[in-house]
């Protein structure tokens, strides 16, 4: 009997210190619904303990052991369920994309030229919608910012600046070749961006697949083959301010975005020039107009993350939260592999960015294969409709999104059991929806800037 006991009140101690460290990070996290309830779960547990300690010696043994046997029924159901197993998928061979046909490029032409009446001529079916969304105010245009005048002329300022990056992007490699090895190059690769800012990097062989066919945006001539073979891809990520990202569709998370892009920006060319002068071709690949591969896909392949059902990188640590930056070498280097943490599986049950997402731009149903890959496929016109009205960068899904919680002990606790443990995932969404909400509040301006 007294076995049962203890067993009972150290079951429910254990679940007490869990709800009282979520009390905690929900408070620094400055989360209000998720630290009420976490403390009244807290409150609930004790009050149950103190309830079962003070019955009759046989129904306090009764109850104490039930508890525990419902503790042990949820590991012997988290071992059973086993471990998630949904993987990226190449499942046939995959063509180059065209940036001209990235919805960015496609509403960077202007209208006067010959280049607009070629392109619409060569995807007449694109036109009557592009044409609808072109009547709408621009991102960051007059029209919007009124709504936060600091806020919006600050990331236009910030997407200014890195336009006048992009004559720094590349150059001539020293005709002094400093000689290390792969494993050494790697090392000190990695030092550097983390010394510069990085939150996270990773490294692979660079996918022609995923680089872009012909010039859509940016210095180059319109429309002009690219031709770029360097052999690795050096990829790496800046996680982004939670409570900026917090206000998100408002104006403080396109400002955060545009920060990021600076930073990333500042990292690759600084990065790229030291590759240069140590004898190896290199290149940044900056945003705005300078991009010429597709950044997901390759950061997937570094081993970052996953592309989940928002058609962006889950990071391991900062989930969607994050802006990537690449660079582009043939410096000799160890590439890393792609991994599975689960994110798929969990983004098959969890769907609460696509529930949200003002535009349903993002697929609610099964992935679906597009260019050799199975995956989520959003609807980009629908989504940029919607930026264009919000004349921001959104942000929603990145914002409701469980994978976005702060890093530290708890969440990552958290995102490993769920990395483990199929039944886990199921639970962890039921508690982000139960502690969190099914649809997070969306914050003020977390920016203090006067307007």
């Not at 065209?98 to 280049?115: H, P």
């Amino acid at each position: 009997m007294d076995f049962w006991i203890i067993a009972g009140s150290i079951s429910l101690a254990l679940l007490a210190v869990i709800f009282l460290v979520f009390f905690l990070y929900a408070c620094v996290e400055k989360a209000k619904r998720a630290a009420t309830r976490s403390g009244l779960a807290g409150i609930l547990v004790l009050t149950l303990y103190l309830v079962f300690a003070s019955l009759p010696a046989p129904w306090r043994a009764g109850l104490f052991g039930a508890v525990f046997v419902v503790l042990l029924l949820f590991l012997f159901g988290l071992l059973l369920s086993g471990r998630p197993k949904k993987v990226t998928e190449i499942i046939g061979p995959q063509e180059r994309i065209d940036e001209r046909d990235v919805i960015f490029a496609r509403f960077d032409i202007d209208e006067a030229t010959a280049n607009f009446r070629d392109y619409y001529a060569r995807r007449p079916e694109r036109r009557k919608i592009d044409d609808e969304i072109r009547a709408l105010p621009d991102i960051l245009a007059p029209p919007h910012l009124k709504k936060s005048p600091t806020l919006f002329a600050l990331a236009a300022a910030e997407f200014g600046f890195l336009e006048h990056q992009i004559s720094r992007v590349a150059g001539k490699e020293s005709p002094d070749k400093v000689e290390s090895s792969p494993p050494e190059n790697t090392r000190m690769v990695k030092s550097v961006l983390k010394y510069l800012g990085a939150d996270a990097c990773g490294i692979c062989r660079l996918n022609p697949a995923y680089i872009y066919s012909h010039v859509g945006r940016g210095p180059d001539p319109y429309g002009a083959e690219i031709d770029l073979r360097h052999a690795f891809a050096i990829v790496f990520a800046l996680e982004m301010d939670t409570e900026m990202v917090t206000a998100a569709p408002g104006a403080p998370v396109i400002v955060e975005t545009g920060k990021k892009y600076v930073e990333a920006a500042r990292i690759s060319i600084i990065a790229a020039d030291l590759i240069r002068r140590l004898g190896f071709p290199a290149r940044a690949h900056v945003a705005g107009s300078n991009y010429q591969a597709v950044l997901p896909p390759i950061a997937w392949e570094a081993g970052l993350g996953e592309v989940g059902r928002l058609g962006v990188l889950i990071t391991w640590k900062y989930g969607p939260r994050a802006r990537l930056g690449l660079i582009t070498t043939d410096l000799p280097l160890v590439a890393d592999r792609p991994e599975h943490r689960g994110v798929l599986d969990f983004c098959e049950q969890c769907r609460k960015c696509a529930l949200l997402c003002p535009a349903r731009a993002i697929p609610r149903g099964d992935r679906i294969e597009e260019n050799g890959s199975r995956r989520w496929i959003l609807d980009r016109e629908a989504c940029y409709k919607y930026w264009r009205k919000a004349g921001t960068d959104c942000a929603v899904c990145l914002r409701v999104c469980p994978y976005s919680k702060p890093s530290g002990l708890f969440h990552d606790a958290i995102r490993m059991a769920g990395s483990r443990w199929r039944l886990f995932q199921t639970i962890s969404i039921l508690g982000d929806d139960v502690f969190y909400g099914k649809n997070p509040i969306q914050k003020k301006s977390q920016i203090s800037l006067s307007s």
